[in-house]
């Protein structure tokens, strides 16, 4: 014999499961707003890339802007500071790496590093040193025209920023 369940929904059915939705759309409510303000605020997004237009900077020039707080020179090699610069035997140096690794192709006068000493963040002196690079006064460390570190307590060569060129003229940062 064959039983058929007949239970029709009760009112306590019904206010479990309203009482269940309201509870979850008020939890997620509540916690919207502390989940939002882990989002950047306008600001931080506005120091998240910079444009600068690179036209006017002169052949054996370093221009210093500014990206998330940080000094980034902008330099313009001459062709004497680039042919310096790849002729180095990237053996020697202690953190090894080519000049034509530092810059963008079509683009090689153009260098552009982060401005803080890789060894406790200093900001070097732009066509100083022994190398006419950078020299930072605080410790010692000298980079070459490349921003390789090439003497001193610096483990690292000046960092290269993500960055591109959106024209000719203009370079996006960030």
Not at 47 to 52: D, K, P, R, Y
Request: glycine letters at 8%; one cysteine or more; a negative charge.
């Amino acid at each position: 014999m064959a039983t058929l369940d007949t239970a029709e929904p009760t009112r306590r059915d019904f206010l479990y499961l309203a009482t269940g939705a309201v509870a979850t759309v008020g939890v997620a409510a509540l916690a919207w707003p502390f989940i939002d303000q882990m989002n950047p605020d306008a600001s931080a997004l506005a120091l998240a890339s910079t444009e600068v237009d690179v036209s006017s900077v002169q052949p054996g020039q370093i221009v210093t802007v500014k990206w998330r707080g940080k000094p980034v020179f902008i330099r313009n090699r001459t062709a004497k500071e680039m042919e310096e610069a790849r002729n180095v035997d990237i053996k020697t140096l202690p953190d090894p790496q080519t000049d034509q690794e530092r810059v963008k192709k079509g683009h090689d006068s153009l260098l552009i590093v982060v401005g803080t000493c890789t060894h406790l963040g200093c900001v070097p002196l732009g066509h100083a040193g022994e190398y006419d690079g950078w020299f930072c006064p605080c410790h010692g460390s000298v980079y070459d025209t490349s921003g390789r570190i090439r003497k001193g307590p610096a483990p690292l060569n000046l960092i290269v920023p993500p960055y591109e060129f959106i024209s000719e003229k203009v370079v996006k940062i960030g």
